[in-house]
């Protein structure tokens, strides 16, 4: 009796702490929200595929940097990031403005927008948006030839890095859900 009183007890324990986890990481997803919806609709973007963006470039933390130079929540870099300053007529933007949530999720939402307008003429301009922002345009004129430089299914299968593929997949399954 006295064994199964301690099994309780340790199965309750850790169902709190299950609890408190769950709770934790439902109010680490859900802190950028207002930039995110505030992005989303002034670039005219799904707020769930930004939001599946952020959550697999940085896990919701603004302040982290890739290897490539990249910054913030959505990875953004440089060249990207001074593609929608001049575009929004900012003249004292710096790169390092991007660790700012609002900033970030400004810039990479509005360099997302252009991706999906680049690839309007395919069934579904996500996946091909998504390769474009994950791996450049280079690699995304390579693996959209014959079927696939319409078809999105094909192209998924055309992509040639398994990160990359992995990636759009996950994004896109994430998109769909309100993570």
């Known amino acids: 009796m006295k064994r199964a009183g301690i099994v309780v007890s340790v199965v309750a324990a850790l169902v709190v702490v299950a609890l408190l986890y769950l709770r934790q990481e439902d109010e680490r997803e859900r802190q950028f929200d207002a930039e995110i919806r505030a992005a989303a609709r002034r670039y005219g973007v799904d707020p769930l595929l930004v939001k599946a963006i ?19 929540l959505m990875q953004i870099q440089e060249i990207a990031a001074q593609e929608w300053a001049d575009a929004e007529r900012i003249t004292s933007f710096k790169h390092s403005h991007c660790l700012d949530p609002a900033t970030n999720t400004l810039a990479g939402t509005y360099y997302l927008s252009l991706l ?32 696939a430089a319409t078809n999105s299914a094909a192209f998924i299968e055309q992509i040639g890095f398994p990160g990359t593929r992995a990636y759009v997949n996950t994004v896109l399954r994430l998109s769909l859900i309100h993570i």
């Open 54 to 72: 952020v959550w697999r470039e940085s896990g919701f933390d603004p302040s982290v940097r890739g290897r490539a130079g990249e910054l913030g």
């Open 116 to 147: 999906i307008k680049r690839y309007q003429h395919t069934d579904d301009p996500l996946p091909y948006a998504l390769a474009d922002y994950n791996a450049g345009r280079g690699n995304v004129i390579k693996w959209n030839n014959g079927r």
